[in-house]
Protein backbone atom coordinates (compact mmCIF):
# COMPACT_ATOMS: atom_id res chain seq x y z
CA UNK A 1 0.00 0.00 0.00
CA UNK A 2 0.97 3.44 -0.70
CA UNK A 3 2.32 5.27 1.95
CA UNK A 4 1.46 9.72 2.31
CA UNK A 5 3.70 11.34 4.76
CA UNK A 6 3.34 15.15 5.30
CA UNK A 7 5.41 17.66 7.26
CA UNK A 8 5.56 19.89 9.10
CA UNK A 9 2.54 18.44 11.00
CA UNK A 10 2.24 22.04 12.27
CA UNK A 11 2.55 25.30 10.75
CA UNK A 12 2.34 28.94 12.58
CA UNK A 13 2.82 31.78 9.32
CA UNK A 14 2.26 35.34 10.11
CA UNK A 15 -0.74 36.82 7.45
CA UNK A 16 0.73 37.94 4.08
CA UNK A 17 3.73 35.65 4.22
CA UNK A 18 3.82 32.36 2.40
CA UNK A 19 3.48 28.52 3.12
CA UNK A 20 4.37 25.28 1.98
CA UNK A 21 3.51 22.26 2.73
CA UNK A 22 5.54 18.90 1.66
CA UNK A 23 4.05 15.55 0.58
CA UNK A 24 5.84 12.56 -0.05
CA UNK A 25 4.40 8.90 -1.12
CA UNK A 26 6.29 5.92 -0.71
CA UNK A 27 5.42 4.93 -4.69
CA UNK A 28 5.72 6.94 -7.37
CA UNK A 29 2.19 8.70 -7.75
CA UNK A 30 3.10 9.55 -11.67
CA UNK A 31 0.15 7.56 -13.97
CA UNK A 32 1.48 6.97 -17.34
CA UNK A 33 -1.00 9.04 -19.66
CA UNK A 34 1.57 12.07 -17.80
CA UNK A 35 -0.54 13.35 -14.45
CA UNK A 36 0.53 12.79 -11.06
CA UNK A 37 -2.36 11.17 -8.70
CA UNK A 38 -2.06 13.28 -6.29
CA UNK A 39 -4.92 15.73 -4.40
CA UNK A 40 -4.67 18.12 -1.73
CA UNK A 41 -7.28 18.99 0.34
CA UNK A 42 -7.97 21.93 3.10
CA UNK A 43 -10.42 21.07 6.31
CA UNK A 44 -11.20 24.34 8.27
CA UNK A 45 -12.35 23.89 11.60
CA UNK A 46 -15.85 22.15 12.24
CA UNK A 47 -15.92 21.52 8.01
CA UNK A 48 -16.04 18.92 5.95
CA UNK A 49 -12.38 18.67 3.67
CA UNK A 50 -12.68 20.75 0.58
CA UNK A 51 -10.76 19.74 -2.31
CA UNK A 52 -7.85 22.47 -3.28
CA UNK A 53 -5.47 20.78 -6.03
CA UNK A 54 -6.22 17.76 -7.93
CA UNK A 55 -3.75 15.78 -10.14
CA UNK A 56 -1.09 17.44 -8.83
CA UNK A 57 -0.89 20.93 -10.06
CA UNK A 58 -4.77 21.71 -11.04
CA UNK A 59 -6.47 24.27 -8.95
CA UNK A 60 -10.30 22.88 -8.42
CA UNK A 61 -13.05 25.41 -9.17
CA UNK A 62 -13.29 28.61 -6.83
CA UNK A 63 -9.51 27.61 -5.36
CA UNK A 64 -7.88 31.10 -5.05
CA UNK A 65 -5.30 31.34 -7.02
CA UNK A 66 -2.40 31.63 -4.17
CA UNK A 67 -2.56 27.92 -3.92
CA UNK A 68 -0.37 25.91 -5.93
CA UNK A 69 0.33 22.57 -6.06
CA UNK A 70 3.75 21.55 -7.78
CA UNK A 71 5.61 18.25 -7.54
CA UNK A 72 5.77 14.67 -9.78
CA UNK A 73 6.99 11.00 -8.76
CA UNK A 74 6.96 10.84 -4.97
CA UNK A 75 7.68 14.46 -4.26
CA UNK A 76 4.70 16.95 -3.75
CA UNK A 77 4.39 20.71 -2.70
CA UNK A 78 1.46 22.65 -2.10
CA UNK A 79 2.20 26.54 -1.99
CA UNK A 80 0.01 29.40 -0.75
CA UNK A 81 2.05 32.65 -2.03
CA UNK A 82 -0.13 34.93 0.86
CA UNK A 83 -1.71 33.29 3.65
CA UNK A 84 -4.46 35.13 4.84
CA UNK A 85 -6.61 34.11 7.99
CA UNK A 86 -9.08 31.81 6.10
CA UNK A 87 -6.45 29.50 5.01
CA UNK A 88 -6.28 28.21 8.64
CA UNK A 89 -7.36 24.56 9.02
CA UNK A 90 -5.76 21.06 8.41
CA UNK A 91 -4.71 20.65 4.85
CA UNK A 92 -4.40 16.58 3.66
CA UNK A 93 -2.65 15.72 0.24
CA UNK A 94 -4.08 11.96 -0.83
CA UNK A 95 -3.05 9.64 -3.52
CA UNK A 96 -5.85 9.14 -6.17
CA UNK A 97 -3.21 6.40 -7.85
CA UNK A 98 -5.35 3.58 -6.43
CA UNK A 99 -8.86 5.21 -6.74
CA UNK A 100 -11.00 3.02 -6.58
CA UNK A 101 -9.25 0.08 -4.76
CA UNK A 102 -7.88 2.15 -2.60
CA UNK A 103 -7.21 6.31 -0.86
CA UNK A 104 -4.60 7.01 1.15
CA UNK A 105 -3.98 10.46 2.98
CA UNK A 106 -1.50 12.02 4.47
CA UNK A 107 -1.21 12.63 8.18
CA UNK A 108 -2.24 16.16 7.97
CA UNK A 109 -1.08 19.69 8.37
CA UNK A 110 -2.36 22.09 10.67
CA UNK A 111 -1.80 25.67 9.65
CA UNK A 112 -2.16 28.47 12.27
CA UNK A 113 -1.75 32.31 11.83
CA UNK A 114 0.91 33.81 13.46
CA UNK B 1 -24.51 21.32 -8.05
CA UNK B 2 -23.93 17.86 -6.07
CA UNK B 3 -25.14 17.70 -2.56
CA UNK B 4 -24.66 14.55 -0.23
CA UNK B 5 -26.11 14.17 3.42
CA UNK B 6 -25.61 11.63 5.56
CA UNK B 7 -28.04 10.22 7.86
CA UNK B 8 -28.51 7.57 11.18
CA UNK B 9 -28.42 7.02 14.61
CA UNK B 10 -25.62 8.98 15.90
CA UNK B 11 -25.30 6.18 18.68
CA UNK B 12 -24.72 2.62 18.82
CA UNK B 13 -23.82 0.19 21.06
CA UNK B 14 -20.29 -1.51 21.21
CA UNK B 15 -20.88 -5.12 19.16
CA UNK B 16 -23.58 -3.98 17.08
CA UNK B 17 -23.80 -2.68 13.45
CA UNK B 18 -23.53 1.08 12.83
CA UNK B 19 -25.71 2.17 9.63
CA UNK B 20 -25.60 4.91 7.79
CA UNK B 21 -27.25 6.42 4.55
CA UNK B 22 -25.80 8.86 2.06
CA UNK B 23 -28.81 10.82 -0.20
CA UNK B 24 -27.55 12.44 -2.71
CA UNK B 25 -29.50 15.18 -4.66
CA UNK B 26 -28.19 17.60 -7.67
CA UNK B 27 -26.27 14.85 -9.62
CA UNK B 28 -27.11 11.57 -11.00
CA UNK B 29 -25.43 8.22 -9.00
CA UNK B 30 -25.65 6.66 -12.45
CA UNK B 31 -23.25 8.89 -13.20
CA UNK B 32 -20.27 6.66 -14.75
CA UNK B 33 -16.75 7.45 -14.01
CA UNK B 34 -17.86 8.35 -9.97
CA UNK B 35 -17.52 6.25 -6.85
CA UNK B 36 -18.75 6.88 -4.63
CA UNK B 37 -16.97 6.64 -1.24
CA UNK B 38 -17.31 6.38 2.69
CA UNK B 39 -14.57 8.16 5.04
CA UNK B 40 -14.44 8.72 8.20
CA UNK B 41 -12.72 10.72 10.52
CA UNK B 42 -11.88 10.18 14.52
CA UNK B 43 -11.77 12.65 16.95
CA UNK B 44 -9.19 15.11 16.73
CA UNK B 45 -7.88 12.52 13.75
CA UNK B 46 -7.03 12.53 10.05
CA UNK B 47 -8.87 11.08 7.34
CA UNK B 48 -9.31 7.38 6.98
CA UNK B 49 -11.50 5.50 3.54
CA UNK B 50 -13.64 3.32 4.65
CA UNK B 51 -14.72 1.77 1.25
CA UNK B 52 -16.11 2.60 -2.40
CA UNK B 53 -19.16 1.84 -4.81
CA UNK B 54 -20.21 2.07 -8.59
CA UNK B 55 -23.72 2.60 -9.11
CA UNK B 56 -23.02 -0.80 -10.80
CA UNK B 57 -22.69 -2.19 -7.34
CA UNK B 58 -18.69 -2.88 -7.41
CA UNK B 59 -17.41 -1.99 -4.24
CA UNK B 60 -14.12 -1.65 -2.81
CA UNK B 61 -13.01 -2.22 0.76
CA UNK B 62 -10.33 -0.50 3.27
CA UNK B 63 -8.48 -4.14 4.12
CA UNK B 64 -8.59 -2.54 7.95
CA UNK B 65 -12.12 -3.02 7.73
CA UNK B 66 -13.16 -5.45 5.03
CA UNK B 67 -14.18 -7.75 7.03
CA UNK B 68 -16.79 -5.64 9.46
CA UNK B 69 -17.79 -3.06 6.05
CA UNK B 70 -20.67 -4.02 3.83
CA UNK B 71 -21.47 -0.68 1.19
CA UNK B 72 -24.42 -0.65 -1.22
CA UNK B 73 -26.31 1.45 -3.34
CA UNK B 74 -30.01 1.94 -4.44
CA UNK B 75 -30.12 3.62 -7.55
CA UNK B 76 -34.26 4.17 -7.47
CA UNK B 77 -33.24 6.03 -3.78
CA UNK B 78 -30.13 7.72 -4.89
CA UNK B 79 -28.78 6.96 -1.89
CA UNK B 80 -25.88 4.52 -0.96
CA UNK B 81 -25.16 2.88 2.63
CA UNK B 82 -22.55 1.63 4.85
CA UNK B 83 -22.88 -1.47 8.14
CA UNK B 84 -19.97 -1.45 10.16
CA UNK B 85 -20.96 -4.68 12.02
CA UNK B 86 -19.00 -5.55 15.38
CA UNK B 87 -17.79 -1.89 16.26
CA UNK B 88 -16.23 -1.11 19.16
CA UNK B 89 -15.48 2.51 20.76
CA UNK B 90 -12.33 2.96 18.28
CA UNK B 91 -15.29 3.30 15.43
CA UNK B 92 -16.82 6.49 17.39
CA UNK B 93 -15.94 9.16 14.21
CA UNK B 94 -17.33 11.63 11.75
CA UNK B 95 -18.55 9.66 9.01
CA UNK B 96 -18.42 11.64 5.59
CA UNK B 97 -20.10 10.49 2.31
CA UNK B 98 -18.52 11.51 -0.59
CA UNK B 99 -18.12 11.44 -4.76
CA UNK B 100 -14.86 10.63 -6.23
CA UNK B 101 -13.28 10.48 -9.44
CA UNK B 102 -10.00 9.69 -9.63
CA UNK B 103 -9.00 12.47 -12.23
CA UNK B 104 -10.46 15.11 -10.91
CA UNK B 105 -10.25 14.46 -6.49
CA UNK B 106 -13.08 14.13 -4.12
CA UNK B 107 -15.01 17.22 -5.44
CA UNK B 108 -17.79 17.21 -3.29
CA UNK B 109 -18.55 15.70 0.35
CA UNK B 110 -21.20 15.47 2.73
CA UNK B 111 -21.34 17.39 5.92
CA UNK B 112 -20.50 14.46 8.39
CA UNK B 113 -22.13 12.53 10.80
CA UNK B 114 -20.80 12.20 14.35
CA UNK B 115 -21.68 8.53 15.38
CA UNK B 116 -20.52 7.47 18.69
CA UNK B 117 -20.11 4.13 20.08
CA UNK B 118 -20.88 3.89 23.72
CA UNK B 119 -23.21 1.71 26.09
Known sequence: DIVMTQSPLSLPVAPGEPASISCRSSQSLL???????????????GQSPQ???YLGS?????????FSGSGSGTDFTLKISRVEAEDVGVYYCMQALQIPRMYTFGQGTKLEIK | QVQLQE??????????????????????????????AWIRQPPGKGLEWIGSIYYSGSTYYNPSLKSRVTISVDTSKIQFSLKLSSVTAADTAVYFCARTLAAAGIEFWGQGTLVTVSS
Open chain 1, 51 to 53: LLI
Open chain 1, 31 to 45: HNNGYNYLDWYLQRP
Open chain 1, 58 to 66: SRASGVPDR
Open chain 2, 7 to 36: SGPGLVKPSETLSLTCTVSGGSIRSTSYYW
